[in-house]
């Protein structure tokens, strides 16, 4: 048999064993634990660099994202800047534009009034020309615009040139006069009263009260010697005579322009119109010289046609 002290040493022994087993296994419990607290703390210090990492990326690409959101921003403003500009350019060149087509379209108005008178007047010409220079055409219309002016010193004639009843004539046919009317193509006398007129010229404006047919002014530069003329007026009296001849020539006879004509012109003819195939005014007659045939003149219509054209802007 064991002893008591045999018994308490193998107890001890035993006890001392087992301690040093659980020593042992708890410091390899430990090692273990710290192994993987290390490789944890590791992990996450991998995990951290990482995130940093993409942190940082993350972070250079919102910059470069912004920097070029303000460089889009930056070309955006300047675009529309430049929209806006064009914009403003477009606006004028349309109001421009819009301008010009106005100012065209008046032109191209005034061209066709002009082209249309044109047209007329030269369909008035070859009319006339069909008719082997035949004025009977136009006299029937011209004849209405022609007045017989009488006074207490003598007859004369006259052209109605404006619609309102303005009429010109020779001053000599109303100069000294008191009293006089004027008779119209349909046979009405009317009150006739003195616009304005200017005795160098010879030229004088009346006025009576009416609506009538007028005649208009023609150019006589543009009328050449040759050119067939008619007269009308009341020679020796005779209302609404007409007469035919032609340009002679142009003479300038103190300072004044005149057709000198071989259209017969009498007492009376003074102040009537010397009219063009085209009916228009080219002439009033005048005067004629004594004891000479077919040299007879007439007032050229350019020679009076500013000073007319200026009293009836007036009136």
Same mark, same amino acid.
């Given at each position: 048999?064991?002893?008591?002290?045999?018994?308490?040493? %193998?107890?001890?022994?035993?006890?001392?064993?087992?301690?040093?087993?659980?020593? *042992? %296994?708890?410091?390899?419990?430990?090692?273990? !634990?710290?192994?993987?607290?290390? @490789?944890?703390?590791?992990?996450?210090?991998?995990? &951290? @660099? =990482?995130?940093?990492?993409?942190?940082?990326?993350?972070?250079?690409?919102?910059?470069?994202?912004?920097?070029?959101? @303000?460089?889009?921003?930056?070309?955006?403003?300047?675009?529309?800047?430049?929209?806006?500009?064009?914009?403003?350019?477009?606006?004028?060149?349309?109001?421009?534009?819009?301008?010009?087509?106005?100012?065209?379209?008046?032109?191209?108005?005034?061209?066709?009034? =002009?082209? !249309?008178?044109?047209?007329? =007047?030269?369909?008035?010409?070859?009319?006339?020309?069909?008719?082997?220079?035949?004025?009977?055409?136009? +006299?029937?219309? +011209?004849?209405?615009?022609?007045? #017989?002016?009488?006074?207490?010193?003598?007859?004369?004639?006259? !052209?109605?040139?404006?619609? $309102? /009843? *303005?009429?010109?004539?020779?001053?000599?046919?109303?100069?000294? !006069?008191?009293? &006089?009317?004027?008779?119209?193509?349909? /046979?009405?006398?009317?009150?006739?009263?003195?616009?304005?007129?200017?005795?160098?010229?010879?030229?004088?404006?009346?006025?009576?009260?009416?609506?009538?047919?007028?005649?208009?002014?023609?150019?006589?530069?543009?009328?050449?010697?040759?050119?067939?003329?008619?007269?009308?007026? #009341?020679? $020796?009296?005779?209302?609404?005579?007409?007469?035919?001849?032609?340009?002679?020539?142009?003479?300038?006879?103190?300072?004044?322009?005149?057709?000198?004509?071989?259209?017969?012109?009498?007492?009376?003819?003074?102040? &009537?119109?010397?009219?063009?195939?085209?009916?228009?005014? +080219?002439?009033? #007659?005048?005067?004629?010289?004594?004891?000479?045939?077919?040299?007879?003149?007439?007032?050229?219509?350019?020679?009076?046609?500013?000073?007319? =054209?200026?009293?009836?802007?007036?009136?």
């Amino acid at each position: 048999m064991h002893s008591p002290k045999h018994a308490l040493f %193998w107890s001890l022994f035993i006890t001392v064993l087992l301690l040093g087993g659980l020593g *042992y %296994w708890q410091h390899y419990q430990l090692q273990q !634990a710290k192994a993987q607290t290390a @490789a944890a703390l590791q992990e996450l210090r991998n995990q &951290g @660099a =990482e995130l940093s990492k993409n942190l940082k990326d993350i972070t250079d690409a919102f910059q470069t994202s912004e920097r070029q959101t @303000a460089a889009a921003f930056d070309d955006v403003k300047t675009s529309l800047g430049k929209l806006g500009e064009n914009i403003d350019l477009v606006y004028k060149e349309a109001q421009e534009t819009e301008r010009k087509a106005q100012e065209l379209s008046g032109q191209l108005q005034t061209l066709k009034q =002009e082209s !249309a008178e044109k047209i007329s =007047e030269l369909e008035k010409r070859l009319q006339l020309n069909l008719k082997t220079q035949d004025f009977s055409g136009i +006299v029937e219309d +011209v004849i209405k615009s022609v007045v #017989s002016i009488r006074t207490d010193v003598g007859i004369g004639s006259g !052209a109605i040139i404006d619609s $309102a /009843g *303005y009429i010109v004539t020779n001053f000599h046919v109303i100069n000294g !006069a008191k009293s &006089g009317n004027v008779r119209t193509f349909d /046979g009405v006398a009317h009150a006739v009263s003195v616009v304005a007129a200017d005795q160098e010229k010879d030229i004088a404006v009346l006025k009576i009260d009416g609506t009538f047919s007028r005649l208009k002014f023609g150019d006589s530069n543009n009328v050449d010697v040759g050119r067939r003329v008619i007269a009308l007026g #009341s020679p $020796a009296g005779l209302e609404f005579s007409v007469n035919e001849g032609i340009i002679s020539g142009r003479r300038v006879i103190n300072g004044k322009e005149y057709f000198q004509t071989d259209v017969a012109l009498n007492p009376g003819n003074s102040g &009537g119109p010397l009219v063009d195939a085209s009916g228009k005014i +080219v002439g009033i #007659s005048n005067f004629k010289l004594k004891d000479y045939e077919g040299l007879n003149f007439a007032i050229t219509s350019n020679a009076i046609k500013d000073f007319v =054209e200026s009293i009836l802007t007036q009136v």
